[in-house]
């Protein structure tokens, strides 16, 4: 078992930064990938950006391709998620989630923890 605690939502201007944190906990001796996925109301969740089990392998959603920069410190059992040049469009609740394993897609179902996801909010 994995839990996941994310941190540093917010509300911010268009073009600010923030850098969401995603704490893990329990068993971190075993390798899991994970990612980041965030939810708009009304919208279904949505894949942001993943990352392999020692952060060699990192894949990004068009949309935040080029802004975004996922990243993750073994040592602190700890994920991040630098987001620069925020857009309102990217106003969501942000939910991290992991699986065992070296390394997954950008699909909800191969993930079997989540975090209770925190709320990131973009003003234009």
């Known amino acids: 078992q994995v839990q996941l605690v994310e941190s540093g939502g917010g509300l911010v201007q268009a073009g600010d930064s923030l850098r969401l944190s995603c704490a893990a906990s329990?068993?971190?001796?075993?390798?899991?990938?994970m990612a980041w996925f965030r939810q708009a109301p009304g919208k279904e969740r949505e894949f942001v950006a993943k990352?392999?089990?020692?952060?060699?392998?990192?894949y990004y959603a068009d949309s935040v391709k080029g802004r975004f920069t996922i990243s993750r410190d073994s040592a602190k059992n700890t994920m991040y998620l630098q987001m620069n040049r925020l857009k309102p469009e990217d106003t969501a609740v942000y939910s991290c989630?992991?699986?065992?394993?070296?390394?997954?897609?950008?699909?909800?179902?191969?993930?079997?923890?989540w975090g209770q996801g925190t709320q990131v909010t973009v003003s234009s």
């Open positions: 329990g068993r971190t001796d075993i390798s899991h990938a």
């Open positions: 989630a992991a699986v065992r394993g070296y390394d997954a897609g950008p699909f909800p179902p191969e993930y079997d923890y």
């Open positions: 990352i392999s089990w020692n952060g060699g392998n990192t």
